[in-house]
């Protein structure tokens, strides 16, 4: 429910979201006009006419019910219609979410296909790789069997356990970490912050695949949780580990360069930049630093221009979800 007061139009406005009705209301002492007109919003634009008419054969001074006013009113309902019209979908799929979904924080869907063809070639620009063999990487974790029966497996062992994931973890943005880890071959990821392990397993698959192509390299995960992490096991655990504790902590114990390097813990804006500065002097040459936060800070894009750096972000777009998405910050 949303309710304002317009003192220079003469009206409040209220706008009940789940009653899909906005309710004007009219009041000017000056020459007794009291009126309310409530009306749904897809015929609102009636009622409201009839509450333009009202204010303008009752004005006392011509000048409280000039043209602009009055069409202002008329306009109200189509204008929130047309408004709201962006956010139904949104709305819609709340109701879908609160029955399919057992997720409270970190949400998991997948990107629109036109986002993420956004992302593979964004990624391809990062990377200097070609877009198709960019494209070939953000396919790969969803018709990878081994991962996909892995992680049903993993998941039905700790249904009972762990409320609140999803059968099938959907990938979104991480499926830009996936392709740059296959992309660039790094010997060192770090990814700060694992939460259930979704994008720990994703990059270690993406390292298993790399190590199949004879370009092995090693994961680390730091969370503050001792029980994060959890879905990174079995055959994924061989090609990394972690380390648990503050990951400012964390970060200063590894004594191997960097290569990529993935920001997804404490989101305060503090923090991620004193995570950048934690691990500046253990960076590899060349390497490329991403952030999870980049859709609401501005730490990596000041850390790019520190280090010399390009920055470009890669805004996320979930498919059938109310999330409005977080993003991709490249630092490279
Ligand atoms: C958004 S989740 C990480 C999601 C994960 N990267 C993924 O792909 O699903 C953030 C995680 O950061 C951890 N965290 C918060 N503050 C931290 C800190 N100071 N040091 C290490 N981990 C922290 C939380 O416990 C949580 O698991």
Redesign the pocket.
């Known amino acids: 429910m949303v309710q304002l007061t317009n003192q220079d139009l003469g009206f409040s406005f209220t706008l009940d979201v789940p009653a899909e009705t906005v309710t004007v209301t009219v009041h000017r002492p000056d020459d007794g006009l009291n009126l309310t007109v409530t009306a749904p919003l897809d015929s609102a634009v009636p009622g409201l006419v009839e509450a333009a008419q009202a204010m303008e054969a009752t004005a006392a001074h011509p000048e409280a019910a000039t043209e602009g006013k009055r069409d202002h009113l008329r306009n109200l309902g189509a204008r929130t219609g047309m408004a709201l019209s962006y956010f139904r979908p949104s709305l819609n799929s709340v109701a879908q979410w609160l029955m399919w979904s057992r997720e409270n924080t ?1 949400f998991t869907y997948r990107l629109t296909p036109r986002n993420r063809g956004c992302l593979a070639h964004m990624v391809s620009c990062v990377t200097k790789k070609p877009l198709a063999e960019i494209r070939g990487y953000l396919d790969e974790p969803e018709i990878d069997v081994e991962l996909t029966n892995y992680l049903s497996e993993r998941i039905g062992q700790l249904w009972e356990r762990h409320h609140n994931i999803d059968r099938t973890p959907l990938f979104g943005r ?1 499926l830009g970490w996936y392709a740059m880890v296959r992309a660039l071959k790094p010997r060192l990821v770090v ?6 392990g ?2 720990s397993v994703l990059l270690a698959a993406a390292l298993r695949r790399n190590a199949a192509d004879g370009a092995a390299g090693e994961y680390v995960g ?4 001792s029980a ?1 992490g959890y879905l990174l096991a079995g055959p994924y655990a061989e090609h990394g580990r972690i380390l648990y504790g ?2 400012i902590e964390s970060l200063a114990t590894l004594d191997k360069p960097v290569d990529l390097f993935i920001n ?4 305060s804006v503090d ?1 991620e930049a004193r995570e950048y500065h934690a691990i500046r002097e253990k960076l590899s040459p060349g390497a490329v630093i991403l952030g ?1 936060n980049a859709h609401a800070s501005d730490a990596l894009q000041v850390f790019a221009e520190e280090t010399g750096r390009q920055f470009l972000f890669f805004k996320e777009e979930p498919e059938n979800h109310w999330y409005p998405g977080a993003g991709i910050g490249f630092a490279f």
């Open positions: 970190n991480r990814e700060t912050g694992v939460d259930k979704i994008g730091t969370d503050i949780n994060a503050d990951s997804d813990s404490d989101h923090y999870d």
